[in-house]
């Protein structure tokens, strides 16, 4: 569900964060019902009360024909006042007594003395009782306590009279009630620990994690950085292993340049010795044709002595195209890239070896799909050249010559392409290699000439394996070099 361990520990500390608030919700809830509960019962006791200061008062006016000397004697309301303290003997804390409606509080048996709001609001319940003609209850809060007042109607020798309790509420607790709120207390405080010591774990770990992608980043070298240690033992175990890791490949980077570079090594001197050969076997045959030629000559009248320097002027301009060809493999490339329209441009090319395709019955074709490209003209058009003088050699009679003009991706890809077998299998690797060649005429410089002009280009050469019929391409970019 998570893709990584800073999700995994946010999802994890949101959990914990949501548990501790349904902990901290649930310890109100239990704190609001303790209250009620408590409310609630002080109601029933408050009620229960002011029944039996009715019951007390029913059993004092039984037979009494009410007050001779009204309600302001102070005897009546010692007497009354004695009622309720008998009838509040069980309850302890209650206050209590009776009302009446024009002389107010007739009666008070409290243990405690009423504040000027418990006086008021004890008054209004009672008339409200009277009004009503039944028992009411009702609850208020003063100076942080919570106090209960009831009320109930009486009847006897007196009008308008009602008996009233009141109590003051603390809201105690019970052992069991203290000790659920330890406990539910504690795992709250347990949780909320937990989540802080989660969020720091998951700041610390997301910022070492940050540090280490930017010191990877920040690294210029292919070689990986070393990785500075950040306290935490996992992670520092990782990080020690891909410092070692790193090592190991640097190590392994310098070995396998140390390697490629001795390859490279052998690979110029084997060039060089391919090339050594390759020009001493293409200078001895023209130097052997001379040398007969010239000893020919000496011994000769003067019509032999013309064909011998004939001959040899042959040889020599054949040493002279071989020499050229090698400056152009070992010199770099002076490019002159211009705009070309490949159109014309590969007319052009065929055209020059229109006379040789027709004395073998070749048709030479062109399919151009890309109407521009840039390149210099002259050496692209002598690359061409080599590839196409290959395939009139390679070619059978009476068959076709092609060459393509088209665009792949962000290449521009000049391809000819001929119906012969293609060079032979064990020269393929080689193929574009200095004097490998598979005919025994020829120098094998041709390719090696293309190769270099290709990649002068910013492009490559290359024979496409397998392919019939043959097809050599050359790849140049399409944007400017």
């Not at 019962?41 to 004092?60: D, K």
């Not at 405080?189 to 980043?217: F, I, K, N, P």
């Not at 014309?344 to 799909?369: K, N, P, S």
Request: some cysteine; glycine content about 8%; aromatic content about 4%.
């Amino acid at each position: 569900m998570f893709g990584s361990l800073r999700s995994r520990l946010i999802a994890l500390l949101l959990m914990l964060g949501g548990m501790a608030v349904g902990v901290g919700w649930l310890m109100i809830l239990l704190l609001r019902q303790s209250e009620s509960a408590q409310l609630g019962q002080a109601t029933v006791e408050a009620e229960q009360a002011c029944q039996a200061i009715a019951s007390s008062y029913r059993f004092y006016s039984n037979g009494w024909s009410g007050p001779t000397a009204g309600l302001a004697d102070p005897t009546l309301q010692r007497s009354l006042a004695g009622v309720a303290s008998v009838a509040l003997l069980r309850y302890r804390g209650m206050a209590g007594g009776l009302w009446q409606e024009q002389a107010g509080i007739l009666a008070d048996a409290s243990p405690f003395t009423l504040t000027a709001a418990e006086r008021q609001h004890l008054a209004d319940l009672s008339a409200a009782t009277l009004a009503e003609a039944r028992s009411l209850s009702d609850s208020f809060s003063a100076d942080g306590a919570t106090v209960l007042v009831a009320a109930c109607p009486l009847s006897g020798p007196i009008p308008d009279l009602a008996a009233w309790t009141l109590t003051r509420l603390t809201f105690a607790e019970g052992s069991g009630q203290r000790q659920l709120k330890l406990g539910l207390g504690l795992l709250l405080l347990a949780m909320l620990a937990a989540t802080l010591l989660l969020g720091r774990l998951t700041w610390q770990w997301s910022r070492h994690v940050a540090r280490v992608e930017r010191d990877l980043g920040a690294s210029a070298s292919h070689d990986l950085p070393t990785l500075a240690l950040t306290g935490e033992r996992e992670l520092d175990q990782v990080l020690t292993a891909l410092n070692q890791a790193g090592q190991r490949l640097a190590q392994a980077r310098s070995e396998a340049q140390r390697l490629t570079t001795q390859v490279h090594a052998s690979e110029r001197l084997a060039v060089l010795g391919r090339v050594a050969a390759g020009v001493a076997h293409e200078i001895r045959n023209p130097l052997a044709a001379m040398r007969l030629k010239a000893e020919n000559a000496l011994v000769g009248d003067s019509g032999r002595q013309q064909r011998a320097l004939d001959a040899i002027l042959l040889q020599v301009t054949r040493l002279d195209s071989l020499l050229r060809r090698l400056l152009d493999l070992t010199q770099p490339l002076q490019l002159q890239p211009t705009t070309v329209e490949l159109p014309a441009f590969c007319r052009e090319v065929l055209a020059g070896h229109e006379d040789q395709a027709v004395q073998r019955g070749i048709h030479l074709t062109a399919r151009v799909a890309v109407e521009q490209g840039y390149f210099d003209r002259d050496a692209l058009g002598r690359a061409l050249d080599n590839l196409l003088l290959n395939a009139l050699q390679a070619a059978p009679a009476a068959s076709e010559i092609r060459l393509d003009a088209s665009r792949r991706g962000d290449w521009l890809v000049l391809a000819v392409e001929d119906a012969g077998q293609g060079p032979p299998a064990e020269l393929r690797a080689q193929l574009f290699e200095p004097f490998v060649t598979g005919r025994p005429e020829g120098t094998g410089l041709g390719l090696a000439l293309v190769r270099e002009t290709a990649r002068a280009h910013g492009g490559e050469a290359r024979l496409i394996e397998p392919s019939v019929p043959t097809r050599f391409e050359i790849l140049l970019p399409c944007q400017p070099c």
